[in-house]
């Protein structure tokens, strides 16, 4: 599986942006799908995953409320709607895939991710 991460850019605080993540290949629906970021100078953190079947989806604290994630499996597409964005969701944005063997399986841990995209540049001016 290979991801390309799109949408980034730069932003006012406040704003909103949507980001995607392309999928090659026919199995796209076999994988939870992740998004994780890192900012300069600090580890890299989850932000959101939704399940193979889109059905279950989970929110780090930090962007609980403001972020959606969702998936068009037709497409071969993740998504994450990014709304009243802030200075400290300046970062660089990941996808992941997550091999899962049941529909409903969603995981914040980086480790278990099989395939990661090469990152949208995220900037958020105050």
Request: charged fraction near 15%; aromatic fraction near 12%.
């Amino acid at each position: 599986v290979q991801l390309q991460a799109s949408g980034g850019g730069l932003v006012q605080a406040g704003g909103s942006l949507r980001l995607s993540c392309a999928a090659s290949g026919r199995t796209f629906s076999l994988y939870g799908m992740g998004w994780f970021r890192q900012a300069p100078g600090k580890e890299r953190e989850f932000v959101a995953v939704i399940s193979r079947s889109g059905s279950n989806t989970y929110y780090a604290d930090s962007v609980k409320g403001r972020f959606t994630i969702s998936r068009d499996n037709a497409r071969n597409t993740v998504y994450l709607q990014m709304n009243s964005l802030k200075p400290e969701d300046t970062a660089v944005y990941y996808c992941a895939a997550d091999y899962t063997r049941t529909t409903t399986a969603t995981t914040s841990d980086a480790r278990v991710y099989d395939y990661w995209g090469q990152g949208t540049q995220v900037t958020v001016s105050s």
